[in-house]
Nanobody
Framework: QVQLVESGRGLVQPGGSLALSCVAS????????IGWFRQAPGKEREGVAC????????YYADSVKGRFTISRDNAKNTVYLQMNNMKPEDTAVYYC????????????????????WGHGTQVTVSS
């Protein structure tokens, strides 16, 4: 059974940091692109960051470049999102996703390419 389980939800003050993690099971993470997406109330889901299976390619949304870092540990079947210098507009439900369809070398911030999704974890940035 394929599963992606996020953890690290929380409330953080503007300028603060938070780390999310996502544990995958039921498929080979190393052969999949991974992505983090988020959805704020009343807005569409947007891509935040992605990384190819071979870790060579990474892409970030302009809104998070220089502040967020995506990483992965294929041996632990775990992906991470380190979020620094957070802003109130980062408030959203964050989802991790995996795409065997993109293979080991692909990485896209388009949700339609992702086959597996976690249930999401709430991140709130507020003073």
């Amino acid at each position: 059974q394929v599963q992606l389980v996020e953890s690290g939800r929380g409330l953080v003050q503007p300028g603060g940091s938070l780390a999310l993690s996502c544990v995958a099971s039921g498929f080979t993470l190393g052969y999949s692109a991974i992505g983090w997406f988020r959805q704020a109330p009343g807005k569409e889901r947007e891509g935040v960051a992605c990384m190819s299976g071979d870790t060579i390619r990474t892409y970030y949304a302009d809104s998070v470049k220089g502040r967020f870092t995506i990483s992965r540990d294929n041996a632990k079947n775990t992906v991470y999102l380190q979020m620094n210098n957070m802003k109130p507009e980062d408030t959203a439900v964050y989802y991790c996703a995996a795409s065997p369809s993109l293979g080991r070398t692909g990485c896209l911030l388009l949700s339609g390419f992702y086959n597996y999704w976690g249930h999401g974890t709430q991140v709130t940035v507020s003073s």
